[in-house]
Antibody, heavy 113, light 106 residues
């Protein structure tokens, strides 16, 4: 069974940083493209970052480009999102998502003073 | 960026009625297309992948059709648990999502 478990969310002040992690199991991690998707309160999902299976092709949404960094460790079956220069409008639930349609349960990030 | 436009924004129907939801892409996505259901406080749940294939465990009353730029999700006879928000998503280029259709009880 595919499992994706996110961690690392929490409350952070504007301008601060957080690192999200996603532990993957139940599938061959090295074979799949991965994404981070976020959902702000009352809004629809927003794709924010993509990484291919080898980690050498990466793309970001304009809303996070230059502030967020996606990475993966295939030896640890893990996906990461380093979030810097956080703003209030980054407040959302962040999901680890396989391109083929599996989602974790999400981790909540709140940016507030 | 591939923009997905869902219609209608809200669909008010009664249990037992048929629901037809639409999604149009700004450029062709072939069949790299999915539908999700989301209920409050939960992650989106995959209903349909590759435009017309039901995900594991999804009831037969859910069906998807379309290719290229125009897609449809049909719920043949609404059950009480089907009242929720539905999103379309493409994976032809990165990912993008439609704005959602809320199916509520009339």
């Amino acid at each position: 069974e595919v499992q994706l478990v996110e961690s690392g969310g929490g409350l952070v002040q504007p301008g601060g940083s957080l690192r999200l992690s996603c532990a993957a199991s139940g599938f061959i991690f090295t074979s799949y493209e991965m994404n981070w998707v976020r959902q702000a309160p009352g809004k629809g999902p927003e794709w924010i970052a993509y990484i291919n299976n080898g980690g050498d092709s990466i793309s970001y949404a304009d809303s996070v480009k230059g502030r967020f960094t996606i990475s993966r460790d295939n030896a640890k079956n893990s996906l990461y999102l380093q979030m810097d220069s956080l703003r209030a409008d980054d407040t959302a639930v962040y999901y680890c998502v396989l391109s083929v349609g599996y989602w974790g349960q999400g981790t909540r990030v709140t940016v507030s003073s | 960026e591939i923009v997905l436009t869902q219609s209608p924004a809200t669909l008010s129907l009664s249990p037992g009625e048929r629901a037809t939801l639409s999604c149009r892409a700004s450029q062709s996505v072939s069949t790299y297309f999915a539908w999700y259901q989301q209920k409050p406080g939960q992650a989106p749940r995959l209903l349909i992948h590759d435009a017309s294939n039901r995900a594991t465990g999804i009831p037969a009353r859910f069906s998807g059709s379309g290719s290229g730029t125009d897609f449809t999700l049909t719920i043949s006879s609404l059950e009480p648990e089907d009242f929720a928000v539905y999103y379309c998503q493409q994976r032809s280029k990165w990912l993008s999502f439609g704005g959602g259709t809320r199916v509520d009880i009339k």
